[in-house]
């Protein structure tokens, strides 16, 4: 469709002049621009340890990935989680973090991609589809420094703020709902008023065939 094609058109059918139209190309530069990543933690004697994986340059980062057409951001969560990490268990279908990925594209432009995480615990692993990734836990002060390493500064501190998001989501997960482990009390500020106490979050169970790379979302609450 060629320039002023589509407001021709708005105003011969009674539409709203304002009404936008986008071109596929610009659809699919969109598509790219948003992403979804899973927090993957666990519940040890220690405290919290959060599952990483390796990109192809070796630095660390959160199971992630493209949103998916057809899925909500958390079902595509779960499923970059199971292909990537192999990961099996309960993740929430509400972002509770966002941050942004800036990338070098083609003739060395900066492109930005805006990233939707969502928590997961994880109930069992087994060997991901995806191979060379080495999914392994760390504790949330390793993961943190894991996530800063060779990275701009900026974007460290923002991947480690996650970390942080997350420790927090979970100490109010444990006090509403009794299932997500509660992190260390040294973490926890005294006297905070939570406001979803007492309040059931929406999960779905990532429940994968094994060699499938299908999820199965099923509401828990």
């Not at 070796?58 to 057809?70: L, T």
């Not at 969560?77 to 990537?84: D, G, Q």
């Not at 990490?85 to 309960?90: D, K």
Request: aromatic letters at 6%; a positive charge; hydrophobic letters at 35%.
């Amino acid at each position: 469709m060629h320039a002023g094609v589509s407001s021709t058109i708005n105003r011969s059918q009674g539409q709203n002049p304002s009404t936008k139209f986008f071109r596929l190309a610009q659809l699919r530069k969109l598509r790219r621009c948003e992403q979804v990543a899973a927090i993957c933690f666990r519940a040890r004697g220690s405290g919290i340890e959060f599952l990483l994986v390796q990109t192809r340059k070796g630095r660390w980062i959160f199971p992630k990935g493209s949103a998916e057409p057809g899925l909500t951001h958390a079902q595509a969560a779960a499923l970059e989680a199971f292909e990537e990490a192999g990961v099996h268990g309960r993740m929430e279908e509400a972002s509770f973090a966002r941050y942004v990925q800036r990338k070098r594209g083609h003739m060395r432009r900066a492109t930005e991609l805006a990233v939707s995480a969502h928590l997961c615990e994880v109930l069992r692993l087994v060997p991901p589809p995806e191979l060379n990734r080495n999914p392994t836990w760390f504790s949330a002060e390793k993961a943190k420094r894991r996530l800063r390493d060779d990275r701009a500064p900026d974007y460290g501190a923002d991947l480690s703020r996650v970390i942080d998001k997350a420790i927090n989501r979970i100490q109010r997960l444990r006090s509403g709902l009794g299932t997500a482990p509660e992190a260390p009390s040294s973490t926890q500020p005294a006297g905070t008023q939570r406001k979803d106490a007492g309040q059931k979050a929406r999960l779905i169970q990532i429940d994968c065939a094994r060699g499938s790379g299908r999820t199965k979302a099923a509401s828990a609450g």
